[in-house]
């Protein structure tokens, strides 16, 4: 069997393995679906404002309601989300389907459907409460409630980053600490080296519904903790879970959970002021008018919030890759070697089915992560100017 461990002497001399037909035919088919998923999603808010169904569900919701304003928009935003969440559920259970045909899941349709209820379930507690909060504001500060709003949906953001890790991923995954002693201590020693002020290192039990392969740095202040997925420690030797570990270290040395609450504070100010623009064109310029106040405009809201994200897409995922190549170079100076490092990236490509060589225009458009064959090459470079 070749070997997956890259020759860190000697960079650009062995070609990496090529991209299977198979993982090539999976990854275009995940984003076919993402795609699609959004095109659907759109395209529903679009008929919803087009054919006005939005002044149909308000005029159902305030007619049973009466003048509770609050109930009147529980019922309205109910309406809403199912309706959002029945048109999903072909796609969703196409990807399950897909999952299990390249076999990447082990999960039961039973389990899988268990999963999307409790989604479904924490999406809609979380959105009844913004959509209350945003109308109340409306009808309280109507020239400033945007910016009122922004501040709270911060801090809701941030709340729900701390709390994650302890009420948000449980109900979706078991957690426990790591068993392996000596792993532990080595994983501990290379925490405190970087100062990190991480509360344990978990093993994260994803092999209860897949086969594939993660690491990640989760929760805020008290909750910060670094999780180990169960399929790879069971894949990678002791050196190559360093390397994965100081890998998200990295993320925590150069702060980017700070940073990237800062970026995301700045994008979602420009959002809701896009927000306020849009409802006001909706009540004086828009032959609809709907008040500000009318929540049949939610789903213009909802259009233009979606607008954004997918404009900004690309732009946040340059900034995600330029993070995770800093985490990158820390775990191969926190190393002192990039093999490991090269040989875990290639055990995770090959687990998680991922291309390892997707064309520059995909990479610019999807990836969060710079492409498997560009972090190992840039290890070797490094490699080879730090001999
Ligand atoms: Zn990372």
């Known amino acids: 069997m070749e070997t997956m461990i890259p020759q860190p002497g000697f960079p650009g001399q062995r070609s990496m393995p090529a991209d299977s037909a198979e993982s090539r035919r999976y990854n275009r088919l995940v984003r076919s679906i993402g795609v699609a998923d959004l095109a659907v999603g759109l395209g529903l808010i679009g008929v919803i404002l087009a054919a006005d169904w939005t002044s149909d569900f308000r005029n159902f919701a305030v007619r049973i309601a009466g003048d509770n304003h609050v109930i009147a928009l529980f019922l309205y935003t ?5 309706l959002i969440r029945v048109v999903g559920i072909p796609l969703d259970y196409y990807s399950f389907l897909v999952e299990h045909r390249y076999h990447l899941s082990n999960q039961r349709l039973r389990l899988w ?3 999307q209820t ?80 991480v509360r344990g290192v978990y093993e994260w039990m994803l092999s209860e519904k897949t086969r594939k392969a993660n690491a990640a740095l989760m929760g805020l202040g008290r909750t910060r903790r670094i ?46 002021w896009c927000l306020k623009l849009a409802i006001r064109w909706a009540a004086f310029d828009w032959n609809r008018h709907y008040d500000q ?32 190549r800093q985490a990158d170079v820390y775990a191969w100076e926190s190393m002192g070697s990039v093999v490991p490092f090269c040989s875990a990236m290639e055990k995770l490509a090959v687990q ?31 490699a080879e100017s730090h001999r």
């Open 352 to 382: 998680n089915l991922s291309e390892r060589e997707p064309s520059r225009i995909v990479e610019i458009l999807f990836h969060s992560h710079p492409a498997t064959g560009r972090r190992v090459r840039a290890a070797m470079a490094w």
């Open 78 to 82: 109910s309406i809403l989300l199912l």
């Open 227 to 272: 999780v180990l997925s169960d399929t790879l420690l069971a894949a990678c030797d002791h050196d190559e879970i360093e390397s994965v570990l100081a890998h998200e270290l990295g993320h925590h040395v150069h702060k980017h959970m700070l940073k990237g609450v800062v970026v995301q504070c700045v994008i979602t100010f420009f959002g809701f």
């Open 118 to 197: 409790k989604g479904f379930a924490l999406s809609f507690l979380i959105s009844q409460l913004l959509v209350q909060i945003v109308y109340f504001l409306i009808r309280l500060q109507p020239q400033w409630w945007w910016v009122t709003g922004w501040a709270l949906f911060m801090l809701l953001s941030v709340l729900l980053a701390h709390i994650a890790p302890v009420v948000l991923f449980p109900l979706f995954y078991h957690f426990h600490a790591l068993a392996d002693q000596d792993l532990t201590e080595r994983l501990t020693r290379l925490s405190e080296k970087a100062g990190a002020n």
């Open 293 to 324: 106040i009318d929540f049949a405009n939610l789903p213009l809201m909802i259009l233009v919030s979606a607008a954004i994200s997918v404009v900004l897409l690309p732009v946040m995922n340059a900034y995600s890759r330029f993070n995770e």
């Open 113 to 115: 459907a268990w999963d």
